[in-house]
Every structure is written in C-alpha cells, then in structure tokens.
C-alpha cells in the first residue's frame, strides 16, 4: 500500500478521535469507528502499554480485516491527554498466503504458556492454558528476562540469545518464573518472526513446565533469617548459597549478553566489549556457584580435587582477561605471561583459574591507582609455580599470620570481598597436593604464589 504515514488520535478512554483513511477503514471493519474504543486489539496492547511506561514506544504492528493482513511499524507517543500514532511501512498481503499462527492459535499444552515478544525481547502476548499457572501481573512490556529467569544449558549458553543473533528458531531455553506459591520451571521453544519485506519482528512460542521438576520449592530460592547462623559444613548452606547467587548471576549474564550483541541497537565497541567481558566472567561465576555451594566438601578430611593437564601460563592469562576491565577502570596495568610462556602442571582447571581469580582480584581491588601487576610462572624441581605480585601497601608479618583464616581480608574493613577467598584458595591449592603461599612486608606490596606438581610437556 501507499509507504507515506499513517496517522491517528488515541483519548485517554483509548477512543480512536482521528484516523487517516487506511487505519480508520480497519477500525470500521472491525465494528467501530470514530469516538469508539480502538477495536484493533494488537494496536490497543500497545497504546495500553506506551500509556502504562509514558515514553515513545515503536513496535512492529499486526492487523488484518476481511481481505488481508496488514504488517507496519508503529509508533506512539503517549502524552497527558491520549497518544498520537504514527504508522509506516503499511504492506498488505492477500490472507491465503502462509503466515505464523497468531498467538490465539500456537499450539499450547494445558498447563504451559503462550508468548510472543519484539525483536528487543519485549513482551507483546502472553496468554496462559486452562491448567497454567496464571501470568504475572505488569508483564506487558518487559523484557523476556524479566518476566523469566534465564538458565544456561549445559554448555553455559542460552539458546534464546543464540537464536536472537541468528533471527531463527530455538529451544529448549530453559527458564524459572513466579508461580501462584513457589518458582515453577520451565522450557521455551520460540519460531522467529519476520514481516511482508522479510526484517526480524520478533519471537512467538511457548513456555512447559519442565519434566519432572515443575515445582521448585520457594524455600530453595529464599534466604531466612538463619542463613548467618549455618555452619560451612551444614549442607543447607550450599544450597541456599545456589540459590542466592545462581538467579541474580543468570539475569546478569542474559543482560549483558544482550548488550553485547547490542540487540537494542548499537553502542560504542569498547562498551559491547566491556558487556562481553561482563557476561563471559559471570559465565565462570555461574560455574563456580556449585563450588561454593559444596563448600563444606572442601572443609571435609580427604577431599580431593580433579588431576587435569594444565598449563599455568594459559590460566594467568585466561584471568587477566577476565579481570583486565577492573584493572583498566584503575589504570593498573597487568605484566602477564607471554603466549610462549608455559609451565605444565597438574590441578582441577576450574579451581585453579578459581584461585588466580582472587589473588589477581585481590591485587586489583589493594593495589594503587596507575600501579603495576606482575604475573610469573616458574618452575623449582617438581613444582610448577605461578606468582601474582603488585604495588600495594603490602602486608605485615602479624597479618600474614592469619590471612589465610576464615572472613579475613588483610586487615581491610571496606566493602570489597567476603573474607573466604584466600581460604578457598589455600584449601583447594593443598586438595591439589599444592601450596598457596604469601612474601610481603609493609610499603613493598604481596607476592602470592600458587605451587602445584608439575608436568613434563
């Protein structure tokens, strides 16, 4: 049809006051007319919800009458008195051609949910089966990891984003969201949508309760007021630490996912990198969750960690990319190993980046403004070694004492750290038949070294 815009008038009773020919023919073929409540129900969810969050919105926009179906974009601005519409990129297409089910249609097991949502992720449709929970009150206009609450696959993915930057179809997106009394899981399956000129609109799908794990008891997701008082070794501390951290974590890595691959629209590349580096450490956290949550496992005689083949150059660099950010934000510049820099030895990778982790986060957080950090790796008899020094106030023999104790943190009583890590760490150093060790003296800065068995290369 005509490519010029289409405009009209919504009142605050959401009344249609003013239409340009196209967009009142559809309000008659729908029944209404003038000074009538907009009887197109894609186009008053939308208005509904510029209204509700008072800011411009523009979405892709569905309609159809007896002849044909009507794909545009729309955009309205919402104001004291109604909102103002304006329509563009107005196509037709005769009804017989092939479409996606409206979301009315989607094929929807009783106890799941329908969806449907715009190529930023923002709810558009939600529509419950007979035996579903009911849907969330205020979800029109959220984002979809606001209204669910996103869980890696196996391989630390998310299927939903993938499927974002390759505008096709996913599944298997595994999700929590709030039930009636308690977190329900789920799984998403979502087809991607396009319109007559063939430019991504969004995802429409559905939601399942999960097999076999449909309720999640809420207990699991809280934290009582006696969470202080358990004991490491107690094994409802890990849990509740897994579930104190894992969805916090998971809303964080789907943010910054999203931001990284500036789904909203571009941003400046050190910003998306910035994003990446936020989601790709939090990816690690999420890992290490497990560890912290099985932290009484540690505090158990015999516990034992993984024999992998490691190299100890690779996991210092691998930390310095994780961390590089936070050193940046201080201008403190990391001297790490070279890439021909190698030490083999053998420890659990997972705990052994767990432990560079801290001593290069601990560096970071102690060391002055526009510092310097050294990373080295080295090697005495059969011992593999990697040390981590910096220029910071350095540490006195009575601390040296006791920071390796529980809720120590070198004498500092800000809000950086919880005290645990240097413990972790020198724990998982001995459960790889190693050692963590600390050279400090007061202005000279620390020098931590991690020892491990060595390998031959």
Known sequence: MSARVVRGRIDRSGALVSADGPLLRLQQRAGAGLDKPLALPHLARLVALAQRLQRDISRPLYAADDHSDVHALVRIMPDADGASLEISDWRTRPVSQPQAPAIADTALAPQGWAWECDQQLRMIALRAGIQAPPVPAGWEGCSLSELFELQPDDDGHFPVLRALARQSRFDAQRVRADGPASRIAMTLAGDALFDATGRFT?????????????????????????????????????????????????????????????????????????????????????????????????????????????????????????????????????????????????GEFRRVLQVLLNLLGNAIRYSPDHSQIWIRVDREGDRAMVTVADQGQGIDADQQAVVFEKFERLGRTDSGGSGLGLYIARRLARAMDGELTVDSAPGQGARFTLSLPARDA
């Open 202 to 346: 969004g995802f429409r799908g559905v939601a399942q309760l999960a097999e076999a794990t449909a309720e999640v008891p809420q207990t699991a997701t809280l934290v009582d007021p006696a969470f202080g008082s358990l004991p490491l070794s107690d094994p409802q501390f890990g849990r509740r630490i897994d579930g104190a951290l894992r969805g916090p974590l998971s809303r964080i890595i789907a943010t910054a996912e999203t931001i990284s691959g500036q789904f909203d629209g571009p941003i400046r590349a050190d910003y998306a990198r910035y994003a990446g580096d936020i989601a790709h450490a939090g990816r690690h956290l999420l890992g290490l969750v497990d560890d912290l949550a099985d932290l009484q496992n540690i505090e158990r005689p015999g516990f034992k960690a993984a024999a992998d083949e490691i190299d100890l150059g690779d996991l210092a660099r691998r930390a310095v990319g994780l961390l590089g950010m936070k050193a940046e934000e201080k201008s403190i510049r990391i001297d790490a190993p070279r890439v021909d820099d190698k030490m083999p030895a053998t």
